[in-house]
């Protein structure tokens, strides 16, 4: 079902005033599995990876995984709307290992509402990159994918994305730069599969390749980076971007996000 259609029929649901009975029928199915799978099977938990896009997690992902009780698993929706025994039910079935790691970062289309946080019990890990290297990056994937978007749109993106991630409010949250993952990858990574409470003990700085999907473009990272299987530290010549850098310096909404979450500009 797509999401045209979706959209035009709750339209016509909420104009026919049937919207709630839609749900409880589409939805009571998954509420009865739910609610088994929490009372009589073991119980699983949720990471919710939550960034903009070109940030850095498909990379933090992949370190993840390399956890004995954790799955690297194609990027999935967690903003699902329902009761909690249906959003445990829908996000049980992603993988078989006890933690499953979640990464939906803020698309073109919906962050403005991003993050829609689901109902139920998860962590979360709040991932921020400085906005110099994403927007360069998100520049690089919407030429792969032959978007186009201007300098002030992706602006924009990358501001209300944090802007709305600033106001997230949770007891189970683990604040994280990209740079530095990047730079102390074995300890920062140490210090996540402790937060989630996983077997992994020792940090790491090396990944796998997924087993079961490929890393593409709209789902994860589609670059040439991420395919090395080792954290790297990329080094980039910001001499051509001059011009976006002072304009993102002397842009009124950037500099309180980035003194909110510790980012610094690159070098």
């Not at 829908?90 to 109902?119: C, E, G, M, W």
């Not at 990272?221 to 954290?231: A, F």
Request: aromatic share 12%.
């Amino acid at each position: 079902m797509n999401r045209a259609f979706r959209s035009t029929l709750r339209k016509w649901l909420i104009h026919a005033r049937l919207l709630w009975l839609a749900r409880l029928i589409y939805m009571t199915p998954g509420t009865i599995i739910g609610w088994y799978l929490w009372h009589f099977r073991p119980h699983k938990q949720f990471v919710i990876i939550l960034s903009a896009m070109r940030s850095g997690s498909t990379l933090l992902k992949a370190l993840l995984a390399e956890a004995p009780d954790i799955e690297q698993i194609p990027e999935a929706e967690f903003q699902i709307p329902g009761n909690r025994y249906y959003v445990y039910s829908q996000l049980y079935q992603l993988s078989d290992q006890p933690i499953v790691v979640l990464k939906h970062p803020a698309n073109y289309f919906d962050f403005r509402t991003y993050p829609r946080l689901p109902k139920g019990q998860f962590k979360l890990i709040r991932l921020a990159r400085n906005p110099l290297d994403t927007i360069l990056s998100l520049q690089q994937m919407n030429q792969a994918l032959g978007k186009e978007k201007t300098v002030e749109e992706l602006i924009d993106y990358w501001c209300t994305t944090y802007e709305n991630l600033v106001r997230v409010q949770h007891p189970q949250c683990f604040d994280l730069v990209y740079e530095e993952l990047v730079a102390e990858p074995v300890v920062l990574t140490e210090c996540l599969f402790r937060f989630i409470g996983s077997a992994q003990k020792q940090g790491v700085d090396r990944y796998s390749k997924p087993q079961t999907y490929e890393w593409t473009w709209k789902k994860d990272d589609g670059g040439e980076v991420i395919r090395s299987l080792k954290v790297q530290k990329v080094q980039k010549d910001y001499r051509p971007h001059r011009q976006l850098a002072q304009q993102l310096r002397h842009h009124p909404r950037i500099q309180p996000l980035m003194d909110i979450y510790g980012l610094k500009w690159p070098e």
